[in-house]
């Protein structure tokens, strides 16, 4: 990719995916999952319209493979053929991406299928017309505790990946 434009516009899809997917893991994870949690029925039936009608999860994932693939061909063309050695822009980069390479996978993994299954279990409580049973209670507060988990991990994940790509480029400097 000798072009710079192409490099530009690489940079710019990379960071605006970027910035969605860390920005919408950090507030799913320390805001809205924590306030599911804490609000009992009510908050487990929101969890479910917001899984079931916004598509967050599916949103936040394709802005990672974005961000990712983006990123993987960014890496390519700055740093293909270069030693991994020592504290080096390189280094602290590819581990960034490692990491969010990482999360991805937690993503497709463990957080897409738990969020689908939630989006089911309260579209399934929002059209039986009853309240929820205690089956349907327990397995939607089960849902929300491993979503919650995984998203903690995920957003401490590619908060480090942030760290990694903001400070790797002054490393070895």
């Known amino acids: 990719m000798d072009s710079p434009s192409v490099i530009i516009i690489l940079r710019i899809i990379h960071l605006v995916a970027g910035a969605f997917w860390v920005g919408g893991a950090l507030v799913t994870a320390y ?74 996978a937690l993503g497709f993994i463990v957080s897409a299928p738990t969020a689908a299954r939630m989006g089911a279990v309260g579209k399934a409580i929002q059209t039986q017309g009853t309240p929820p ?16 988990n995984a998203a903690m991990v995920n957003a401490a994940l590619i908060v480090i990946t942030l760290v990694c790509m903001a400070i790797g480029r002054y490393a070895g400097a």
């Open 31 to 104: 805001f809205v999952l924590p306030t599911v949690k804490a609000s009992g029925p009510v908050g487990g039936q929101f969890a479910g319209a917001l899984m079931a009608r916004t598509h967050l999860p599916e949103w936040l994932t394709w802005a990672g493979v974005v961000s990712v693939l983006s990123g993987l061909l960014l890496y390519w063309d700055l740093y293909a053929g270069l030693p991994w050695a020592g504290f080096e822009p390189q280094v602290v980069i590819g581990i960034g991406g490692l990491l969010a390479i990482i999360s991805l």
């Open 133 to 148: 049973t205690p089956t349907q209670i327990a397995e939607r507060d089960k849902l929300l505790a491993r979503l919650t």
